[in-house]
T-cell receptor, first 110, second 114 residues
Framework: DAKTTQPNSMESNEEEPVHLPCNHSTISGTDYIHWYRQLPSQGPEYVIHGLTSNVNNRMASLAIAEDRKSSTLILHRATLRDAAVYYCILSQAGNTPLVFGKGTRLSVIA | EAGVTQFPSHSVIEKGQTVTLRCDPISGHDNLYWYRRVMGKEIKFLLHFVKESKQDESGMPNNRFLAERTGGTYSTLKVQPAELEDSGVYFC????????????FGPGTRLTVT
């Protein structure tokens, strides 16, 4: 699977939008972009995934660059409960093992 | 609908002992995965079941680890004998149909080998 690069940490104020970047310059045409997050003392949690078009769900939005070499996870209004490690993961097929990197640790300040 | 459950939540054993971890996936999920995070490292894949069959066990570290999924429902991961470097958090995840992109994780079992 292609490699992703994320900042080690980011900080946000509560109730403000958060843009979490991910670079994946070696992405292949069949790689889907997945985001998971891990809250403290919990297992990873699926957030969103996409292939080419931007995606929205109840948790977040995923903006994918036109060349697909980068993407951004958008939390529209950060809450204290959004403090977690966010992982950007590429995967070609469904039902394949996830390859976790170090992710981005998001801190939310009240 | 109940989520993925794991038992125990925490296990402390001595080096050389045996420990069995259990995972109950979401009902109806054919795919079951084991992952682990050892101290200071990233979460790593261990193996993948499709129903009762091992689809991919390329991540199993050595033959001290044995995973089973009899009947295609719950799964167990046995470590025998446990070594100090086995300490970490073991996660189980499940997903539904072929091609599903969402994996649902359990809370993990924290294993401490002393």
């Amino acid at each position: 699977d292609a490699k992703t690069t994320q900042p080690n940490s980011m900080e946000s104020n509560e109730e403000e939008p958060v843009h979490l970047p991910c670079n994946h310059s070696t992405i292949s045409g069949t790689d889907y972009i997945h985001w998971y997050r891990q809250l403290p003392s919990q297992g990873p949690e699926y957030v969103i995934h996409g292939l080419t078009s931007n995606v929205n769900n109840r948790m977040a939005s995923l903006a994918i660059a036109e060349d697909r070499k980068s993407s951004t996870l958008i939390l529209h209004r950060a809450t204290l409960r959004d403090a977690a490690v966010y992982y950007c993961i590429l995967s070609q097929a469904g039902n394949t093992p996830l390859v976790f990197g170090k992710g981005t640790r998001l801190s939310v300040i009240a | 609908e109940a989520g993925v459950t794991q038992f125990p939540s925490h296990s402390v054993i001595e080096k050389g002992q045996t420990v069995t971890l259990r995972c109950d996936p979401i009902s109806g999920h054919d795919n079951l995965y084991w992952y682990r995070r050892v101290m200071g490292k990233e979460i790593k894949f261990l193996l993948h079941f499709v129903k009762e069959s091992k689809q991919d066990e390329s991540g199993m570290p050595n033959n001290r680890f044995l995973a089973e999924r009899t009947g295609g429902t719950y799964s167990t991961l046995k470590v025998q004998p446990a070594e100090l470097e086995d300490s970490g958090v073991y996660f189980c995840a499940s997903s539904h149909y072929s091609g599903a992109r969402e994996q649902y994780f359990g809370p993990g079992t924290r294993l401490t080998v002393t």
